[in-house]
């Protein structure tokens, strides 16, 4: 099996394999150093991923949403990709403003993210509060690239314990296309993470 | 260890021919010899495919652990290391001639790929595209096997790829997920150019899963019923025993022939077992609708219409196009003629009859498989035929159980036919097959 070229040919896989990593994390390092920043609540809960080991699934308020309530489309089915328009002109966390089929128009205090919905649900209205969403209560659950934050190996627990009394927020950076990555962690706050670009 | 067994059998078989004065003792030992030279140190190869497996996994375990002490961009860096010190390894190891180390070498270098993009998801918290994930490490291992040459690698794409095309059949609602053909044939090809006869057992296997996942995800998404699902199972087995007795009969200028025997040897099978399942489908699992069961009832008889269409142009001539293909066939297209005909009737679908008629198509299709293995010399053919015989005989006897006499006049009835079709068989056999052909099948009986 020996031929000439072995050295040549294994470099070329080499260089292929690390490009294609060095595209991932630059592609990475772009969106979180020129993305829109938008702050988001959010609860966390703590499990562990087989490759990527332990990280914090992060429930956020953006996660389910009701299209008839917020405006925008209504008609959705699963793995639809939606956009999703949010108002960042609040002091607090951005709140969803409209769903949409199709990617929106920019504007001012306004940020589009982009996600994919997982589920669909219809049912009677919420009790405490019927007028919040009339029956039948059509209801999306939305990803958007963003559920999961890894954390080192035992401190998982440590962020899900605060939930109850405390308040975490995320801050994200969107991009052009209405992509999305987590650049920091706050509590009550307080900056607890922050993401460096590399 | 085949090689060992292959050697022991060989060596009893020598002496037996010296002793009738077919070999010469000189030419025994060149044969033992022959063999000889093509041994492998099989112990050292086999540990360091374990080294190399054992690396894989300290690199992911090293991920998941997400050590903060060591900065993010030095953990990349230790593991793009890692990944250079293998490929380095690996050409040193085939300049040495030492081809199965470099070949463990580049599998451990794809498995670290593979760990630094889950570091690179995970430090950058990417959660949405799993599956991508897995598609690019998929393709960085195939592109290593490809320019390696690593089997151990394509192994590792093909398992990588299959997790991939998981994730985006169950997580991200494809129905059929078309992409994966791609990548299994892509990976089924280099195998064939290698003539590494488990890398083409694996990738057909693969083939067989995808078939499986897909029509029982369709079937689940459309309401299909578990009779109709069967049905297209059983056309997709014919076809894939159509497309080996094409490939066996005809691609003499490509490596594909390799290809024939198995795809031919998984689709017998599968017709025998999509026939039993079928009269499980139709009695216990609720009786087909014409109304929701007719498009997959439709796209069994397209599939079988292939089949057919690739039997017809295999074979020259009638006779030899009828004596392979004319009973498969007829079997695949009376399984959906009786999906249709439980459908418009349920009192038939019910009875006692469908049973009955659903047990001989199991068994004329176990006989004709047995005629068929004896006939091409596959002893697996032959096995398979008369397990699916035997199992079938065993079932209809615990079925008609209730009335012993009827078990007993229905045997009978089925003995008598089965005697005939055998004198019938053997008719047909010994009017096609030409005098010398004749010898050929009696000895792949024998095997």
New interface residues.
Partial sequence: ???PG??L??????V???A??GW??LD?AEL?RSGTEVTLAVVPVDPR???????VQLDYDITTLRPGMIGGDTEFS??DHVWVALDTSLSGPAQPIGIFRHRPPTLPERAVIQG?VRSVYEGSSPVDDPDACPSPCRTLRV???????????GEGRNIENLRDDSRVNVVVAIGGKGEA??KKLLIDGVERYE??L? | MLDVLYRRRLERDLDAWQERGLVTPEAAEEMLASIGQEARPRTAIILGFLGAILIAFSAIAFVAANWADMARPFRLGLLVAGMAACYGIAALMSLARHPWFADAAIFAGSALFGASIMLVAQSYHISGDYPDALLMWGVGAFIAALLGPSRASLLLALVVLSLWSWYEVVDYGWMVHWPYVVAVVLIGVVAGAWHWSSGIHLSVLALVGWIVVSVLNSAYENDWSAASSVCVGCGAALVFFALGRFLSAHVHWTKASAFGPVFGIYGLIGFLAMLILLQFAIFDSGIPDLEIDRPPLMVAGVLIALAGLLLAITRAGLRSILLDGAVPLAMGIAAIGLSLAAARNEAFAESLGMQILLGVLVMVAGVWTVAFGNRVGSRAAATFGLIAFAAEVLYLYFVTFGTLLDTAVFFLTGGILMIALAAILVRLQRRLTPADGGARAAGGARA
């Fill in positions: 099996m020996m031929r072995i050295l040919r294994l470099l070329i896989v080499l292929l394999q690390t294609a990593l991932m994390v990475r979180l991923d087989l490759f990527r080991g332990d990280f699963e793995n994919r990803d958007y690239g963003i559920e999961q934050y890894f954390v080192p190996e990555a987590i993401e460096p590399f």
